[in-house]
């Protein structure tokens, strides 16, 4: 039964994103994670992931998708603070369910992803990680602009 709970509410974590203003996502605006999180990608808006899955990829940046991206411990806990404090609250996670790391296999990402993506566009991106070569106000917190 226990079980059976945690599997409905982690279901949960498909609700889309709270947007701040109509399809305004806030952008990144606190320096240090715009310099160190935007070094390989776009800085990733707060507001696409919440509190726990800030804090899960903040703990383990030595093992970050392939990639050592470690930083100094003051550096990195000033990061943590400034994505866990500006988070989406609309999720819902159970205690039991591992957090989310990646926006893009969120059910909601999938969902507005599954169609009106080309081929064409998909080749150009690589990867749907990378956000801004698709959206081209990405970085300034725009998502519905093709
Ligand atoms: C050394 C390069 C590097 C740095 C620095 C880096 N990342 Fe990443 N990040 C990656 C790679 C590689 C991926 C996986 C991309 C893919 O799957 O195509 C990734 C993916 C992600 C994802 C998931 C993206 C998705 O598809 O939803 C998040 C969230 C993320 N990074 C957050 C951060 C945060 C927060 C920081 C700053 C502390 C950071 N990254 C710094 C290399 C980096
Ligand atoms: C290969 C191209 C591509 C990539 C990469 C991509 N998207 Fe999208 N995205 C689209 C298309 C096409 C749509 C549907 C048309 C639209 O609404 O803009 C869409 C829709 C969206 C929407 C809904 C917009 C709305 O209000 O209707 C959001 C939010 C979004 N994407 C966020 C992201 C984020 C965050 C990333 C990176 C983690 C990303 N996208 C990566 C192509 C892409």
């Known amino acids: 039964m226990k079980a059976l709970t945690t599997v409905a509410i982690a279901l949960l974590v498909g609700a889309a994103p709270v947007h701040a203003d109509g399809d305004w996502i806030r952008p990144v605006t606190h320096a240090a994670t715009q310099e160190e ?7 990733y808006p707060a507001g696409f992931l919440p509190a726990r899955s ?16 470690q930083l100094d411990e003051a550096t990195r806990a000033e990061i943590e603070a400034y994505l866990v404090s500006n988070a989406s609250k609309g999720f819902r996670l159970s205690v039991f369910s591992t957090p989310p ?28 990680s990378n956000c801004a070569a698709c959206h081209r106000g990405a970085e300034q917190g725009y998502f519905d602009d093709d």
């Open 101 to 128: 790391i990646k926006i893009s296999e969120l059910r909601w990402f999938k969902h507005e992803h599954s169609h009106e993506v080309s081929s064409a566009m998909m080749r150009k991106a690589k990867s749907f």
């Open 37 to 43: 999180c935007g070094a390989c990608h776009m800085a």
């Open 54 to 69: 800030w804090s899960a990829i903040m703990g383990d940046l030595e093992n970050h998708f392939g990639e050592n991206a």
